[in-house]
């Protein structure tokens, strides 16, 4: 049998090669978790997250309390934009580490909808770590774009509940990663230091915009 010429030696390596790379724009990493996985996983990631052509181009997984669980977020390509505001699915993904040992397969825990408000100066994906202001929101219920803006706005000036003597502040600097409509019209906004610290904060509309009326602290 002839031997195979070195050059085509180095063609079919090459070959292989690019074929073990993954294919399109990859998501923007952030967390100690989501920075560190192998390609593999994010490939099933994206998989088990349904985005499908949405193509996700953000995945944030911070470590929790929990070492046998890791839990991801998965945020697909936006499908709704109207300035300052875009809007994507989110798919929240989860292992366990397996009776085995090692850690089990990815798999859909929920899906939710984000919502995402753009800062002056800033694009869209310009995201600096998992806790950057920046960041979208999980959105619950019905939450106009107008309203995502402007309870955006007025959390991070750092408003207060002032009862009499009594001041409770909001805390700013820390993202908002969640919103929820209320059935009566008041809107639950939550401000994450990191996975152990919140606020949740209790907010109703007034003529001039928004105020808050309960301010409380989360520390798991």
């Excluded at 952030?30 to 995945?59: N, Q």
Aim: net charge neutral.
């Amino acid at each position: 049998m002839a031997a195979v010429p070195d050059s085509l030696l180095f063609i079919g390596a090459l070959l292989v090669a690019l074929a073990d790379q993954p294919s399109g724009p990859q998501p923007l990493r952030l967390g100690d978790i989501a920075t560190v996985l192998p390609e593999a996983d994010l490939v099933e990631l994206v998989r088990v997250s349904g985005c499908g052509k949405a193509t996700p181009w953000l995945v944030i997984g911070a470590r929790g309390q929990a070492a046998d669980v890791q839990f991801v977020e998965v945020f697909c390509a936006a499908d709704a934009e109207s300035a300052p505001v875009r809007r994507g699915g989110l798919a929240w993904v989860i292992r366990r580490v397996a009776p085995a040992g090692g850690w089990g397969a990815w798999a859909l825990q929920s899906t939710h909808r984000y919502a995402q408000v753009v800062q002056t100066g800033r694009k869209f994906n310009d995201i600096n770590g998992p806790r950057d202001p920046h960041r979208p929101i999980r959105i619950q219920g019905t939450v106009a774009d107008e309203d995502v803006a402007r309870i955006v706005g007025f959390l991070r000036v750092s408003p207060s509940r002032v009862v009499g003597t009594d001041r409770e502040r909001v805390e700013g600097s820390w993202p908002v990663t969640r919103l929820t409509a209320q059935p009566e019209g008041t809107i639950t906004a939550v401000v994450s230091k990191d996975n152990w610290e919140s606020q949740e904060i209790m907010l109703r509309r007034t003529a001039d915009g928004w105020e808050v009326f309960v301010v409380r602290y989360w520390i798991a």
